[in-house]
């Protein structure tokens, strides 16, 4: 789980970056809830708690809102990478 985690999270991060740069709230919300559920699985509670904040500002189409939890999503998604990374090595 932790593997395909790090191999497909890249992607859905990225999924999420291009919706809210679009400004397409219904991909954004659901790139966000996809990244939402498998960190949840993980206990990564942090990057979910994040995910979540980004899902429910795209879900009212609030764009700053959006993007500003987008940062915390990002800076949450590097250190859980970093630790999975090294536990999978």
Request: hydrophobic share 55%; net charge negative.
């Given at each position: 789980?932790?593997?395909?985690?790090?191999?497909?999270?890249?992607?859905?991060?990225?999924?999420?970056?291009?919706?809210?740069?679009?400004?397409?709230?219904v991909?954004?919300?659901?790139?966000?809830?996809?990244?939402?559920?498998?960190?949840?699985?993980?206990?990564?509670?942090?990057l979910?708690?994040?995910?979540?904040?980004?899902?429910?500002?795209?879900?009212?189409?609030?764009?700053?809102?959006?993007?500003?939890?987008?940062?915390?999503?990002?800076?949450?998604?590097?250190?859980?990478?970093?630790?999975?990374?090294?536990?999978?090595?």
């Amino acid at each position: 789980m932790v593997t395909v985690f790090v191999e497909h999270s890249a992607g859905r991060l990225g999924a999420l970056d291009a919706a809210l740069a679009a400004s397409d709230f219904v991909a954004a919300a659901e790139a966000a809830h996809t990244l939402k559920g498998s960190s949840r699985q993980l206990g990564l509670t942090v990057l979910a708690d994040a995910c979540l904040a980004v899902e429910q500002a795209s879900k009212k189409g609030d764009a700053a809102g959006a993007k500003t939890h987008l940062a915390a999503v990002h800076a949450s998604y590097t250190a859980a990478k970093e630790i999975l990374s090294a536990a999978t090595a």
